[in-house]
Structures are given as C-alpha cells and as structure tokens.
Nanobody, 116 residues
C-alpha cells in the first residue's frame, strides 16, 4: 500500500536550517507530483510547496518563498524540503502528500520547532 514516511524534524534556533525527507513506497513515485504541507498548533493545515514528477516545476506558499526549497530524488523514492532562515512561525508538523488518481495520501508528519 501507499506509504510516506517523513523525517528530519527537530528543534532549531531562529535563523537555522533543517532538511526534511519523505520516503515513499507502494506506488510509482517517479510519476507522482509531491507536496509538503504543515500544521501549526491551533491552526489549519497550510500548503507549503509542490514539485512535479520530473522536478521541472515547483511552487511555494508566500510565507516560505525564498527560504524553502523542495526537491526529489526519484531513484531513491524520496522527496525533500530544505528549510533555511527558519522563523518561530515555521513551527509546525510537516507532512508530505501525494495525490494518486484523485486520492490523497499523507505521511505521519515530522515536527519542527523553531525556538531560542
């Protein structure tokens, strides 16, 4: 079955960096666009970034544009989210998501805490 496993979260100081990973299995990852979302405490889930199956196109939410970079390695069935210049407001649980034939599949999330 479809499985997405995020990792790489943790505690980081403001201005720091983290790289999140999302390992996919159970479906043709190289044929699927991939997105990252996040959910901060007490807030709705927010879209962060998307990348096409062949990495030709990517796009970002306004709050992370210029600081985050989405990428993927189809040979490793893995997607990434490189986060730089982190702010306290980036504190959230981060999820990767793929949409397969109209069905959304989510990972369990990885927690990112930005605090001094």
């Amino acid at each position: 079955q479809v499985q997405l496993v995020e990792s790489g979260g943790g505690l980081v100081q403001p201005g720091g960096s983290l790289r999140l990973s999302c390992v996919a299995s159970g479906f043709p990852f190289s044929s699927s666009p991939m997105s990252w979302y996040r959910q901060a405490p007490g807030k709705d889930r927010e879209w962060v970034a998307i990348i096409t199956d062949n990495s030709v196109y990517s796009n970002y939410g306004d709050s992370v544009k210029g600081r985050f970079t989405i990428s993927r390695d189809n040979a490793k069935n893995t997607g990434y989210l490189e986060m730089r210049s982190l702010k306290v407001d980036d504190t959230a649980i981060y999820y990767c998501m793929v949409n397969i034939l109209g069905s959304e599949h989510w990972g369990q999330g990885t927690r990112v805490t930005v605090s001094s």
